[in-house]
C-alpha cells in the first residue's frame, strides 16, 4: 500500500505537531498490567527475563485452537501435503532444530490479527518495549519426533553486544500443543538477560541452568530479548506446535515487511494500534521531500513511554 504524498510542515508548525503528540500519550502501561491481573508476570519479567502466562490465568477467546487449525492449513498449503498432527511423520526433521518455520502467516488468516491484537500479550510486550513497537515477524514452528535441540541464543540478531539493560526485542510465543521435556519444550537460562551479551561457547554448552517451559496448550511465553533462551530435542510423537510473534521498537528494522503486503480489509477490520504495529504510520523511509513531521512527532511522542 503506498501512501500520497505527504504534507510539509515548517520547523514551528512541527514543533506543535509534537507537543500535542505529547499529550496524547496512552495511559502507563502498568494500568492495564493491574486491570489484567499481570503484576506477577511482570515481576518475572524482571526477575527471570521471562514469563509464562497459562490458559486459567487469561481468556484466549478460543484463539488457540484456531490458531493451531490455521497453521495447520498454511503449511498444507505451502507444502502441499497435509501435516501428519497425531504421528507427526511429516515433519520428522532431524537435521532442523526448527522444524518447519512458516514466515508472514499474518497474511493466510485473519484469526492471526486477532492474536497479536490480544490485549494480554500486548500489555506485555508494552510493557518491555513501550509504546511504539513494531511487529518484527510473526512466525509458524512446527517441530516432528527426532527434531533436535536448538542452542542457546538470544534474540537480538545483528546486533553487537553489549546489550543495553533495557528490551529492544521482545518475544511472545504462543504455544498451541503441550510443552514438556519429551516434547522438546523451550528453555530458558533464568536471569541471564541482565548479563547484556550472547553467550559464549562454553555457556551454549553448560546445560545445566536451563530451565524447560512446562506448560498447556494455550500457553502464552513472553521474554526479553536479552533472555539465552533454546530449545529441547523432540523426543514424542506428533508434532510441537507454537505461533512466535518477534517485537521490536520503532528504531529497529523489521524482520518483515507488511506496508506494500497487507489487504485493505485486514487494514479496514483493525484498529489503528494494527495499523501502528504494521509500520505503516513509521515516518521512516523518509519520501523524496523528507520525513514526515507529524508521524515523527507522533513516535517521539512515545518515545520514552
Partial sequence: MRT???????????????????????????????????????????????????????????????????????SERRNGVEPDFEGGTTHSMTNQSTGEQMFYVLLEDPVFEEAIMHEVPLTLITYLLGENILLSSLSGMLRGPGSPALDLHTDMLLAPSQYPAYAQVANATWTLTNYSVEDGSTCFWPGSHKFCRRPVSSEVADTSKLVPVVAPPGSLIIWHGNTWHGSLARKNAGLRMQLIAVYCRSYFFPHESYREKISPEALARNDPKFHDLLGLNHPFPFNLSGYDPVLLSRGNAYRDV
Fill in 4 to 74: 500520497k504524498n505527504r504534507q510539509s510542515f515548517d520547523h514551528d508548525t512541527a514543533n506543535a505537531v509534537f507537543d500535542t503528540a505529547l499529550q496524547s500519550v496512552h495511559p502507563h502501561p502498568f494500568t492495564k498490567i493491574r486491570q489484567l491481573g499481570l503484576e506477577s508476570k511482570v515481576a518475572e519479567l524482571v526477575t527471570d527475563g521471562y514469563t509464562v502466562v497459562r490458559p486459567h490465568e487469561f481468556n484466549d477467546r478460543g484463539l488457540t485452537e484456531r490458531i493451531r487449525g490455521a497453521l495447520l492449513r498454511a
